[in-house]
């Protein structure tokens, strides 16, 4: 599976435009060769770079097994509360040099994950579903 936007390519930066310097909203998103029995799709978008250890800007479950791409500003599922203490988007914003932002997107064998209430259920239910992933990086200095 591959996972690519066309606001930004992997490992180069992510535009002003989708961080707290700029309007805050989600890139386009899309992916292609998805396998065989997917049944939804989960994303997350992450940190690592963090000075508290893996920062959660993004996370979004039950996303449509037929969606190819998330259009730039748009909610294509259920979400989670992220380390912001929202559900939506919450773009890059690091408190000084340059962080990695990890968008990875999830192939997943059940149709629904249920109801999910943190960040931790999120990942565990994830990764318990997976059959395959995607990864696009971006990086992003205030």
């Not at 690519?4 to 700029?22: L, M, V």
């Not at 292609?32 to 250890?53: C, H, M, Q, R, W």
Request: with cysteine; aromatic share 10%; proline share 6%.
């Amino acid at each position: 599976m591959e996972l690519y936007s066309t606001a930004f390519k992997n490992e180069e930066s992510i535009p002003k435009k989708f961080s707290c310097k700029g309007e805050d909203v989600n890139p386009e998103l899309s992916w292609e060769n998805v396998p065989e029995g997917t049944k939804s799709f989960a994303l997350s978008v992450k940190d690592p770079d963090a000075p508290i250890g893996t920062f959660v800007h993004w996370l979004v479950y039950d996303i449509d097994k037929d969606l190819r791409k998330i259009e730039e500003n748009t909610v294509p599922g259920k979400q989670v509360e992220n380390n912001f203490g929202k559900e939506d988007f919450g773009g890059p914003c690091p408190p000084s040099g340059v962080h990695r932002y990890y968008f990875r997107l999830h192939a997943l064998d059940v149709e629904s994950l249920g109801s999910i209430n943190s960040m931790d259920e999120f990942d565990k239910k994830v990764e318990e579903h997976t059959i395959a992933r995607a990864e696009l990086m971006g990086k992003f200095e205030k």
